[in-house]
Every structure is written in C-alpha cells, then in structure tokens.
C-alpha cells in the first residue's frame, strides 16, 4: 500500500499529476457524453467553475501557473490501449458493449479543447466553450485540479512527520465511518468522491477502505480509472447536466415544460436496466412527479438529491404508491452532501420500505476537517456547470434554491413554468 504521506511529502507533479488519465473521470460523464454524442453533437455550450463557498478565496493561495500547468496536462492526455479494451469488453451494470464502437473510437481520438483562465476577486474564472461533446469532458478534470491544489498549498510546508500524523487522523476517520456503516445490515454505499476530493491517491485509499470494510455492500466507484484498477464496479448514471441543456434549447414555454422528459425518453432509448435511475430535482421534484409520464413511474430508482432526503423518500414512496408500483422493488439513491450520520438516520427510516444505495462524495473522499488551522482543509461547496448552450442561458432550481443558478429573468420564466412555489433554502456544506 503507498504511504501518502510520504509521497506528498516528496511529490511534484510531474510525478503525480493530479489527472493521470483521460478515465480519471466519473462513470456518469461517459454515458452523458455517449448520449450527446448521438443526440447533440453539433450542441455548442459553455461550462464554468462555479465556488459557492465564496469566503474561500481560492485565487490568493493555488499559484496560477500550477494551475495551468495542471490543466495542460490533462490537454496531453488520450485513452491508452488497455482503457479502450476495458470500456469495449468490460461488463456494466450486467451489460456488455455498454459503449458503442464508434463512440469509442471518437474517445479514442479525442483530446481536450482550450481552456480560458483568468483571476477576478480571490476567485478563478475558469471556462470552457466549445461543442458539448467536448467541453463537457473537462468538469470532473476541472474540479478535481482545483481541489488537488488547494490540498497541496495547504500541505506544502508540512514536515514528514506532520504529515504521516494528518494522514494517520484522516485514516482512522475514515475507517472509524466504515466500521460504523459495517453495523448496518444490507447498507449498499459507493464512491461518489471525485470530483471533490482531497486528492486520486487519497481517493483510490478510500476506495481500497471500503472495499476491505465492507465487502458486498460496496457498490463501487465513480472513478473509472480507479475501478479498471482495483477491479470494482464503475457507477453512476446522469447528471443535471442534461435536463439544462436541453430546457435551455426548448424553442418555447411547452418545450420547455417537456424537456426533462424528453431526457428520459432519449436516455431509455440508449440505455436499460439499472442505469434507469431519474433525477428529478432540477427544475423542482415535486412538479417533475406531478406532472411525470406513467412509464417513469417504471423505472428502476430514483435519486435524491438537493431535497431534505427523508421527506424526498417519503415523496417517492408516495408516488410509486400513486403510480401503481411496489416500492419494495424499488431503488432510491440518496446522494447529496452525505455524512455517517445522515446515511444511518436515512438506512433506519427507510429500512424494509424500499430498496436504498448511498453515493458517498466529499466526506468520503475529503474529510480533514479540523486537521488544519482555521479550516483550511476543510471541504468547500465547487461545481463546474453548464452556463449556456446555443447562446442560451441555462437554470437550475433545485430543491434547495441556495443552489440555483441562472439568469435573473430566466430564473423567473423557469418558476413559472414548472409551478415552483416558496422553497426552504437549506445550508450547503459541499
């Protein structure tokens, strides 16, 4: 097992750059790209680093030339022969030839466009314009470099032996979660930690944790590059990524009201079986079940996500119910933000009720919370999203409104088209 540590302690990043691979990547964003490259690939949009945690002034302290170092050589970086042979031959989700051959021969060939950097207020203005199929390779990346720089400022004057000491605290936190998760009968958890975390060797550790710990009741990983390696599975299914896009494309208000389900119908023409999980909380997820297509009602899961998550489960049962399905036989994954325990309130809630799967993200993959003076290593709340397709603005609602984006008057239009009524805004830790 590589002592971390000890490689942080004498790293550079020429020996580990923060990408090492065009599959250091999550799993949703090459069956979101699979999609795109059918359906839009002629779609031109612009994606942007987006810090919601805006006290944290990323700018004053990751070096702008690592940055760009880091970013150019992901711009290096091409699908090896031995990852083109797992995605061909690989079984997912109990699918082989998930991937179309002429989807991977345009990845095989596919490198990463431009990017455009500027600093402004403490911040980095970070963007990336360019056809979809192409920029929306860059957000796992992205998030990924900037989170890794953060972590490396902050170690950078950490002697070996402080060093082994935070790592020897984070270890234990980590494995002290797991063996809390171990006393959960059944509990499915996997990896959702990418995009956000501390760093790929601390993440692939993780991994490795959960993997040991938990045996059959881990799921998986996101990271593709870490599933080829450790031989789990590769998880993930979509992203709010698309219903934006294509509202943002709806030539009017009745377009525009249809087109998260547009999505789906799209995405159950590409894709079968467990990859049928909807995510319904980007325009709102109470209108999106309201208002939903009795043949929604029979897909596998749902994802619950930016809503309270016990009141979204009970929403879900209650729909099921409604629609005329068992929600014994159903999946709800819940996914946003998640800590120890908000997983075991959720697991006792809804224990024997419905079928459960946990994504674990940042405080898997990036708790060192109060490891570091004035907190700072402590996780901040970053997304790289869509900001416009086709000279279009796109929104986000959300259920939580401290998380939408958009426009002003689009923001507005998109309330009253899907009846979005007063919210409760809810704090965003990450």
């Not at 399905?325 to 809804?350: C, N, V, W």
């Amino acid at each position: 097992m590589i002592d971390i540590a000890t490689r942080v302690y004498n790293h550079t990043w020429k020996i580990d750059p923060i990408v090492r691979s065009v599959l250091d990547t999550d799993f949703y964003k090459l069956l979101m790209a699979q999609t795109i490259y059918r359906r839009h690939f002629q779609t031109r949009v612009t994606f942007g680093i987006i810090n919601r945690t805006h006290q944290v002034r990323i700018a004053d302290f990751v070096d702008e030339g690592q940055l760009r170092e880091q970013l150019d050589h992901v711009r290096t970086l091409s699908l090896t022969r031995g990852e083109s042979t797992w995605l061909r031959g690989n079984m997912f989700y109990g699918k082989r030839q998930m991937f179309s051959p002429d989807f991977i021969a345009w990845l095989e060939g596919f490198r990463f466009p431009a990017y455009h950097l500027e600093k402004r207020d403490g911040q980095y203005e970070l963007t990336f314009e360019g056809p979809w199929i192409e920029t929306t390779m860059w957000e796992i990346p992205a998030l990924a470099i900037i989170n890794e720089l953060r972590s490396r400022a902050v170690l950078k004057d950490m002697g070996r032996f402080g060093l082994q000491v935070l790592y020897a605290k984070a270890m234990t936190r980590v494995w002290e979660k797991v063996e809390r998760l171990r006393a959960l009968e059944g509990v499915n958890v996997a990896d959702f930690g990418t995009r956000r975390r501390h760093g790929f060797l601390w993440q692939d550790w993780c991994v490795q944790a959960m993997m040991e710990g938990l045996g059959p009741s881990f799921l998986g990983t996101s990271n593709c590059l870490i599933a080829l390696r450790r031989e789990v599975e590769a998880t993930g299914t979509n992203a709010h990524e698309l219903p934006m896009v294509y509202a943002a494309l709806a030539k009017d208000d009745a377009e525009l009201a249809s087109a998260p389900y547009t999505v789906l119908a799209d995405w159950q023409q590409d894709y079968e079986g467990n990859l049928r999980v909807i995510l319904p909380d980007t325009f709102g997820t109470s209108g999106f079940l309201q208002n939903a297509p009795d043949w929604v009602a029979r897909w596998t899961g749902i994802r619950i996500d930016s809503k309270e998550p016990i009141e979204g489960g009970e929403e879900a049962i209650a729909w099921w119910l409604e629609r005329g399905q068992d929600p014994m036989t159903k999946l709800a994954i819940f996914s946003d933000g998640l800590d120890i325990d908000d997983i075991e309130q959720i697991y006792r809630h809804f224990r024997g009720r419905m079928r459960m799967g946990f994504g674990w993200g940042t405080l898997l993959t990036n708790d060192f919370r109060g490891f570091a003076p004035n907190g700072a290593l402590d996780p901040i709340s970053i997304v790289c999203k869509v900001i416009s397709a086709d000279g279009h603005p796109t929104v986000k609602l959300s259920d939580n409104p401290t998380k939408a984006m958009g426009p002003p008057d689009e923001i507005a239009r998109y309330k009253r088209v899907f009846e979005i009524g007063a919210q409760q805004p809810r704090d965003v830790l990450v």
